[in-house]
């Protein structure tokens, strides 16, 4: 049996470490990110313990680290005086199952997990501001035990809220479950828009939610999340998508992944930098402009602009957050009164949109190795995080916490190069 095949084989008892190592954050900064060795954390009778097999890094990670306390989902907790383990992207299996959890969990169940979590927390309230009164969300990764481990502790707020999803297709790859959590929020985003249509004029109305099928899409920005967008936009069928982008590499890369797969599916396909985009408007929309723009990058300037490029009865998604004291934008309310255009957005998902992405990649709609460029271990989880915040990674890294491995920039990511890395870099079972 080869170490792969060994890794993948998860039996009870599992031979647990006492120690672990673990990226923990104990005060603001980069300077206070370490990775450090830990105890196992034992799980109660309502807990799971998972290993962690492989986790994402994410540019939320980043504001966390700047922010410590005043971070939204921390809540006044002291991470100087309770350092916290970051990471709140990845793929889990579980090792242990609390004993009041056995009719629902096995040893060797693989998850994927949803980690804002519609919950107060059950413990530590006392660590809290105001011991956590009017806390209605709580986050793996922030408060609760995060993904940057060799294993974390599944809690109770997750559990409760079906917040750890399991596998439909136990072949996913550990990387491709990973990206889950990113990718729901794509789905979240897509279905929040929502069209009015006939289909006769003395047929009753009816709402669609999620993209027209058969429109016209313009994506704003192919960065990693604007490339999301792309491949979960084809799964509606319009019959253009548009990509407005003004860096060459990312135009390059929207066009090598996705041009034949929009072509299979009849989908006439234009990458293109800003300044055409009145032409293209022009030529390929007949002057009517797009039935749905999504704005993936955080530029108010640009998701004021989309407005102009809206289809009578358009949707804009504003998907992009923007920094504070640069948010504000000036709408056409006569486009609004006259032309029925709508403007949308969202930030994070919920279960169901997890349990989606998970479905569409067991089918293939989805192909998570479209987005992994760099993968490391956890010895490289800290450098990772710091070519995020410094911008010198253009899509995802993944790490695999039982490698020993630097950062390395990867291309065309599947379960075949997955297998042949854990099988060369493994340290651990």
Known sequence: ?????????????YPLPDTMQAVLLSGVGMENLRLEKVPVPDC????????????????????????????PFIYGW?????????????????????????AGYRVGQRF????????????????YRNNAEGISKVAMGYTLPGLFAEYVLITEEALDNDCLLPLPEEKTPYFGTALTEPLSCVIAAQQRTVHILKESLSAPRNAQLGLKKGGRVLSVGAGPMGLMHLEVAMSYRPELIVVSEPLPNRLKRAKRLFEDKAGKLGIAF?????????QVITTQTKGMGFDDIIVAVGNAKLQEKSFDYLAPGGVTNLFGGTRSGESLIQVDA???????VSVVGSSGSDPSDVAQVLEMMAAGIIDPGNYIVKCGGLDSAIALIQALRERKI?????????TKVPLIDIQGWNGEKEREFLESHLVSG
């Open 1 to 13: 049996m080869t170490k792969s095949e060994k890794y993948s084989q998860v039996e009870e008892p």
């Open 44 to 71: 109660g009778p309502h807990q799971l313990l998972a290993r962690v097999d492989a986790a994402i890094a994410c540019a939320s990670d980043n504001k966390l680290i700047d922010q410590g306390a005043d971070h």
């Open 78 to 102: 002291d991470v100087c005086k309770y350092p916290v383990i970051i990471g709140h992207e990845g793929a889990v299996t579980a090792v242990k199952v609390g004993e009041n959890l056995r």
């Open 112 to 127: 994927a997990a949803q980690p804002a979590i519609p919950s107060g927390p059950y413990h530590h309230r006392e660590r």
């Open 270 to 278: 234009l990458c293109i930098p800003p300044e055409k985009l009145e």
């Open 334 to 340: 006569r486009r609004i009164h006259y032309d029925g």
């Open 394 to 402: 253009d899509g995802k890294g993944v790490i695999y916490p039982h």
